[in-house]
C-alpha cells in the first residue's frame, strides 16, 4: 500500500520570495515519486519526478525536488515564485498507478 | 504530438440520469486511466486499463459505473444512474505503460454537475 500527506493545504507568498510544498509518502515498494501541478480549469501537468540516482531533482519552472528516503519526504521548492505560479500542486507516489496527496494550493501575491 | 483529449469539457444533468465521458489517449500509449477528482481533493484511480484489458478496477463503483475501451484505443466512462455525489471532474490519463515509474499524460477533465 501507499499513502501521500502533503502537510499544508494553502501556502500564500509574496511574489519573488521562496517556497517550498512539504510531501512525506509512505510505499511498500520501491518509490517513484512525481509532481503534478494543475491550473485551473486544466488537468494535470508533470513537473518534475524521481524515480533513481541523485536526489535532487529539477524541474520545469525553475522547480526542484529533494528526495530523502531516511525522513520519507519529497519537499518541492523554488527559490523565487512569480505570479503565474499560482496554482494547486500534487505530489503523487506510482508503482504502476499514481498516488495523490490531497494537494496545495500556492498563491502568490504581488 | 496531441495530448489526452477528454469530451465534454463540462456535462450538468439531472440526477438519477445517465451520462458518459469520452477519451482519446496519446497515440501508441497502451495504458490509460480513469480518475475522479472531487474539489478540493487530489485525484483517485477508478480504473487502469492495459490495452483492452481492465487491470484494475476495485475502486469503481460498479454498481453505478462502468468503462469500456473498444480495441485499445478510445475509452468511454459512464454512470447510470447519476447521483448527486457523484458531481466532480473525471480525468482520463495516458502513458506507454512499462516499468514502474512511466510518466502520465492527463487530460483537462470533464467537470459534471449533477442537480
Known amino acids: 500500500a501507499q499513502s501521500v500527506t502533503q502537510l499544508d493545504s494553502q501556502v500564500p507568498v509574496f511574489e519573488e520570495a521562496p517556497v517550498e510544498l512539504r510531501c512525506n509518502y509512505s510505499s511498500s515498494v520501491s518509490v517513484y515519486l512525481f509532481w503534478y501541478v494543475q491550473y485551473p480549469n486544466q488537468g494535470l501537468q508533470l513537473l518534475l519526478k524521481y524515480l533513481s540516482g541523485s536526489t535532487l531533482v529539477k524541474g520545469i519552472n525553475g522547480f526542484e525536488a529533494e528526495f530523502n528516503k531516511s525522513q520519507t519526504s519529497f519537499h518541492l521548492r523554488k527559490p523565487s515564485v512569480h505570479i503565474s505560479d499560482t496554482a494547486e500542486y500534487f505530489c503523487a507516489v506510482s508503482d504502476l498507478e499514481l498516488t495523490f496527496g490531497q494537494g496545495t494550493i500556492l498563491t502568490v501575491h504581488p | 504530438e496531441a495530448g489526452v483529449v477528454q469530451s465534454p469539457r463540462y456535462k450538468i444533468i439531472e440526477k438519477k440520469q445517465p451520462v458518459a465521458f469520452w477519451c482519446n489517449p496519446i497515440?501508441?500509449?497502451?495504458?490509460l486511466y480513469w480518475y475522479l477528482q472531487n474539489l478540493g481533493q487530489g485525484p483517485e484511480l477508478l480504473i487502469r486499463y492495459e490495452n483492452e484489458e481492465a487491470v484494475d478496477d476495485s475502486q469503481l463503483p460498479k454498481d453505478r459505473f462502468s468503462a469500456e475501451r473498444l480495441k485499445g484505443v478510445d475509452s468511454t466512462l459512464k454512470i447510470q444512474p447519476a447521483e448527486l455525489g457523484d458531481s466532480a471532474v473525471y480525468l482520463c490519463?495516458?502513458?506507454?505503460?512499462?516499468?514502474?515509474?512511466?510518466?502520465?499524460?492527463f487530460g483537462q477533465g470533464t467537470r459534471l454537475t449533477v442537480v
Open positions: 490519463a495516458s502513458s506507454r505503460g512499462g516499468p514502474a515509474g512511466t510518466e502520465a499524460f
Open positions: 497515440s501508441g500509449h497502451n495504458t
